[in-house]
């Protein structure tokens, strides 16, 4: 359930929206550019525009314990993913911390401390406004999580009380954080520390996931999209994301941790496009992957299975006959779920255009619902698994990924690599023969480059953008031409 837009408060009520009545609680967070590039929140002209459109704004601890609250962080059928990078174990340490502090106010609740622990907290906040969820809570949010809003479970609870609640929960919470540096590098650019300061403090988040015994949550989801994104080919896509995926696993070794303490907390993150190769995308990684930890590295069977979550591709949306867009979407969602992916992402048909709006959210949840409850085939598992097609495909893309990777080691592995921009440079060239295709028609495009409309398919123009807003009521504007007025200037925009 992928979600973000505005502040706190908006996109909570956004998750509690979408998980209604779903036995499971998953979670998949967009953060906002300024979050991502680890600003606050400012009047500066380059980031006033920019706070909580295409992702929720949060800035301190009371945003997300806004966010996330009404969802018990250490119920088994919780799960949260965080799509952020520079600065992950920034916002990691929001979540955890949150997470603690919810436990801390169960205890509070089952000990009658409420008076107490609420006159503590008037007394800290006798001279300022206390911090309050902005609006009502929406269906589904029972309240936890927002006891504590401007305080931590340290400053009112007995140390050895908090520190008990804070070891258990640490062993209970289950989620994911991106943290993947190395695909910013080479594909996506979201970085505000050096490569080498940024793989230390992975390293360090790591270890501190092995001393506090934090097995269920995923310290880095090793990324391909981004790079499949930025105009990579699926073999590249897979072969420079295994190949970032090693070498994590080959510089936490190099820090003294234990193969079987941390691969079990990496996890993956692919584009599903429309070509072929994506057909068997997962079983290539996974076969790959379970190889070498085993031959190579020693590990256990736990370590050996990769755990990968599927988006389709963006980059195959067209500002062309959307409509067409969910057919692909649809086709990309059966590739997944056929191949095993552990968890999916459907596009919305118009984000070639837009910021998704509710009506075509909506669709792209039905498309995994349809395929998940109605199609009969896919309450098989590995339908595919046994065909010529697939097993030949299998075997060619391993061939080819494995080829891939003697390029890399001839310029120094990884990192050697990207000294020279080897990733970036191959990215480009993939890029602008895809772009150059598309162009020339070789590449048929339905409705984009071949069988157009008879009005010429041209780009759409949207009736409907979604922006965030100062206030936290969704606002439409409905116009072609949108932006964010400083304070005190009046919009062009009409506003609904």
Not at 141 to 148: E, I, K, R, V
Not at 192 to 212: H, K, N, P
Not at 253 to 277: H, T, Y
């Amino acid at each position: 359930m992928f979600a973000g837009e505005g502040g706190p408060e908006r996109t909570n009520r956004r998750f509690h929206y979408v998980s209604l009545a779903m036995p499971a609680k998953r979670l998949s967070t967009a953060f906002d550019s300024v979050t991502l590039y680890g600003n606050d929140p400012d009047y500066r002209p380059d980031i006033y525009g920019k706070i909580g459109n295409s992702g929720v704004s949060i800035c301190c601890l009371d945003d997300a314990k806004k966010l996330y609250s009404g969802f018990n962080l250490i119920d088994p059928k919780t799960s949260v993913s965080m799509t952020i990078n520079g600065p992950a174990p920034m916002l990691l340490a929001y979540f955890m911390n949150v997470a603690i502090d919810q436990q801390c106010e169960f205890f509070i609740k089952k000990n009658g401390l409420e008076d107490e622990v609420k006159a503590k907290i008037k007394s800290l906040y006798a001279s300022v406004e206390a911090p309050a969820y902005q609006g009502s809570l929406p269906k589904g949010n029972d309240g936890l999580g927002l006891m504590l809003l401007g305080v931590t479970g340290d400053q009112l609870l007995p140390k050895e009380v908090y520190e008990k609640i804070k070891a258990e929960t640490l062993t209970q919470v289950r989620g994911t954080v991106q943290a993947d540096i190395l695909k910013e590098d080479q594909a996506q650019n979201t970085c505000i520390f050096s490569t080498e300061f940024a793989l230390r403090l992975m390293g360090d988040v790591q270890q501190y996931f092995i001393d506090q015994k934090v097995r269920n949550f995923y310290s880095v989801s090793i990324s391909g999209y981004h790079i499949a994104e930025a105009g990579a080919n699926p073999i590249t896509q897979l072969a420079f994301t295994l190949s970032n995926g090693f070498t994590y696993v080959e510089y936490y070794l190099s820090r003294g941790m234990d193969i079987n303490e941390f691969a079990p907390n990496l996890s993956f993150f692919f584009s599903n496009g429309i070509d072929p190769e994506y057909a068997v995308i997962g079983r290539v990684a996974r076969r790959i992957w379970a190889k070498a930890m085993k031959n190579k590295y020693g590990a256990n069977s736990r370590s050996q299975m990769l755990k990968y979550h599927i988006q389709t591709s963006g980059r195959s949306l067209h500002a062309q006959e959307i409509d067409f867009n969910d057919i692909r979407t649809t086709l990309q969602a059966l590739y997944a779920i056929y191949d095993n992916c552990n968890s999916l992402h459907t596009n919305a048909y118009d984000e070639a255009i837009t910021t998704p709006t509710e009506e075509s959210v909506r669709r792209a949840m039905a498309i995994q619902l349809i395929i998940n409850k109605e199609l009969g085939l896919a309450k098989n598992e590995n339908p595919l698994q046994g065909s010529f097609i697939i097993e030949e495909l299998t075997d060619l893309v391993e061939a080819a990924v494995l080829t891939e990777f003697d390029r890399i080691t001839e310029r120094g592995g990884v990192l050697g690599a990207m000294e020279t921009m080897y990733q970036r440079g191959k990215i480009q060239e993939e890029s602008l023969y895809y772009e150059t295709l598309k162009h020339t028609g070789e590449y048929p495009i339905i409705g984009v480059n071949t069988f157009l409309s008879s009005k010429g398919s041209p780009t759409i123009i949207p009736q409907e953008v979604i922006r965030a807003t100062t206030e936290e009521k969704s606002i439409r504007l409905l116009c072609s031409e949108t932006y964010m007025p400083l304070p005190g200037k009046e919009s062009r925009c009409t506003v609904e």
